[in-house]
């Protein structure tokens, strides 16, 4: 559900939402949701100053009802 919820938040924000992809994984401290964006959006998905991804990390922990939540931000091309 909250990788969903998201993916349909960051595909709102990008240029090219089609390469938006959320993997999910369950680690000793939490889950950790990886987002991985085209190149050209990554600067829009980080925002001034980290401001969108702290904007997205906000409403990504809100919805959490489990625990700890950690979202990552990668570009396509880094693996």
């Given amino acids: 559900m ?6 349909h938040l960051v595909r ?7 390469d938006v992809r959320v993997t ?6 939490g ?6 964006v085209h190149p050209d959006d990554l600067g ?5 100053g980290g401001r969108t991804a702290k904007a997205l990390r906000t409403v ?3 919805l959490a009802t489990d625990g700890a939540v950690r979202v990552d931000v990668v570009d396509v091309d880094r693996r």
């Fill in 2 to 7: 909250l990788a969903d919820a998201l993916e």
């Fill in 12 to 18: 709102g924000i990008v240029d090219n939402p089609d």
């Fill in 24 to 29: 999910a994984r369950t680690q000793r401290r």
């Fill in 31 to 36: 889950d950790l949701l990886e987002v991985r």
């Fill in 44 to 48: 829009r998905v980080i925002g001034r």
């Fill in 60 to 62: 990504v922990g809100a």
